[in-house]
C-alpha cells in the first residue's frame, strides 16, 4: 500500500555496497516498464534519497529509546546528509 522505494531502503539497510546494488538492480529490473518507478535515474536516485531519508529519520528519532550508542546515532546522521543531498 506504501512506498516501494521506502520498503527496499529498510529492507537494504546495513548491506555492502555490492549487495545493495544487487538489491536495489533486481527491484528496478523487476519494475521496468510498469510505472511504479520514475522514468530517469536521477530521478530515481532522488525518490529513493527521500525514502532513505524517511527511514534514517525514523532510526535517528527512536534511538534514545532503543538505546543506540552516540557514535552510531552520528552515522546517521551522516548517512542523513548524503541521503539529502541526493534529493
Given at each position: 500500500m506504501g512506498c516501494g522505494l521506502t520498503d527496499l531502503s529498510h529492507l537494504k539497510y546495513g548491506l555492502d555496497p555490492e549487495n545493495d546494488r544487487k538489491m536495489c538492480d533486481a527491484y528496478c529490473s523487476e519494475l521496468a516498464g510498469?510505472?511504479?518507478?520514475?522514468?530517469?535515474?536521477?530521478?530515481?536516485s532522488r525518490v529513493f534519497g527521500a525514502c532513505e531519508l524517511v527511514n534514517i529519520t525514523h532510526r535517528l528519532a527512536r534511538s534514545r529509546i532503543w538505546g543506540i550508542p552516540l557514535?552510531?546515532?552520528?552515522?546517521?546522521?551522516v548517512e542523513a546528509r548524503h541521503a539529502y543531498a541526493r534529493i
Open positions: 510498469t510505472r511504479l518507478l520514475p522514468a530517469s535515474r536521477e530521478e530515481l557514535q552510531k546515532v552520528a552515522e546517521w546522521i
